[in-house]
């Protein structure tokens, strides 16, 4: 069944089940592969991606769900949060490994668009369930912290 969904400000036809987790939609159909499987539950963040500039988990997402929303994912997220985010990342030199970050970085734009100055407590509530296997927690709070400073500026 051909679904429309609209990725990165692009309408996209997709020929699937509705009930396809909008990860797999993206990954497989689509070719985005900066958003990350990780548990499959919803559970790790790795799969973060903004509907309607919400951070969502698109593992337990299906595409019939998504309807008109606007899906943005770490290759199409763009503005000046999302440059100050990752300005913030290259400074504090938060990234390990990475297999986590993109999901990382699609929560802290969701925050940081919503609360231009949040507290060590906002951080830890927003980023909660973004799991890094590396434990950049400390970083990624820093590099939170720095990138709303950028903001102000």
Same mark, same amino acid.
């Given at each position: !069944?051909?679904?429309?969904?609209? %990725?990165? $400000? ?6 699937? #089940?509705?009930?396809m987790p909008l990860l797999w939609a993206l990954r497989d159909?689509? &070719?985005?592969? $900066?958003?990350?499987?990780?548990? $499959?539950?919803?559970?790790c963040g790795a799969c973060t991606v903004h509907m309607d $500039?919400?951070? %969502? ?7 019939? &769900?998504?309807?008109?929303?606007? %899906? ?12 100050? +985010? ?19 970085? !699609? ?12 507290? #060590?407590? &906002?951080? &830890?509530?927003? !980023? #909660?369930?973004? +799991? ?7 970083? +990624? ?13």
């Open positions: !069944m051909p679904i429309t969904l609209t %990725i990165n $400000g692009q309408p996209r036809v997709i020929d699937a #089940d509705p009930d159909e689509l &070719d985005l592969t $900066g958003t990350k499987f990780g548990c $499959g539950q919803a559970l $500039g919400a951070a %969502i988990r698109s593992c337990q997402t299906t595409i019939g &769900d998504v309807g008109t929303a606007k %899906i943005t994912t770490i290759e199409g997220v763009t503005g000046k949060t999302a440059e100050a +985010v990752q300005a913030a990342w290259r400074a504090l030199d938060v990234v390990q490994c990475g297999y986590c970050q993109s999901g990382q970085i !699609m929560s802290a734009v969701a925050l940081l668009s919503d609360n231009k100055k949040p507290s #060590d407590s &906002d951080i &830890d509530a927003a !980023m #909660d369930g973004n +799991v890094c296997r590396c434990a950049t927690y400390q970083r +990624v709070r820093a590099a939170i912290h720095d990138a709303a400073r950028r903001l102000e500026a």
